[in-house]
């Protein structure tokens, strides 16, 4: 059984920055980020492979955030510069039993808890 615990999230003003981490149990997977507002259906925002030589971005997040991994500490962040109010969600990290990443939900094969990030304008 793989555990994800993620930290970091928070409430900002918009153009802040945060940084978010999972600590995961168990061996590593490819990992990703996804996030779910009030209302709507959870999201992708970016995704890393098991070695950490492919990254995945949601077109909302390119340029913005930036996802990667120590695997020495089973631990995955991302780096959210530049934040906006539509970037308030609840964020979550999963795992997929592969080295691929994948910026689909149904991929993942655990879940986070999920840490709350709000951007204030």
């Known amino acids: ?5 993620e930290s970091g999230g928070g409430l900002v ?22 996030r779910q507002a009030p209302g709507k259906e959870r999201e992708f925002v970016a995704a890393i492979s098991l070695y950490g030589g492919r990254r995945n971005y949601a077109d909302s997040v390119k340029g913005r955030f930036t996802i990667s991994r120590d695997n020495a500490k089973n631990t ?9 109010p539509e970037d308030t969600a609840v964020y979550y990290c999963a795992a997929r039993a592969g080295a691929d990443p ?4 149904r991929e993942y094969d655990y879940w986070g ?8 304008s």
Request: contains cysteine; glycine residues 10%.
């Open 13 to 34: 003003q918009a153009g802040g920055s945060l940084r978010l981490s999972c600590a995961a149990s168990g061996r590593t997977f490819a990992m990703g980020w996804f």
């Open 76 to 84: 995955v962040y991302l780096q959210m510069n530049t934040l906006k």
């Open 1 to 5: 059984q793989v555990q994800l615990v």
């Open 102 to 105: 994948s910026d689909y939900v």
């Open 113 to 120: 808890q999920g840490t709350q990030v709000t951007v204030s």
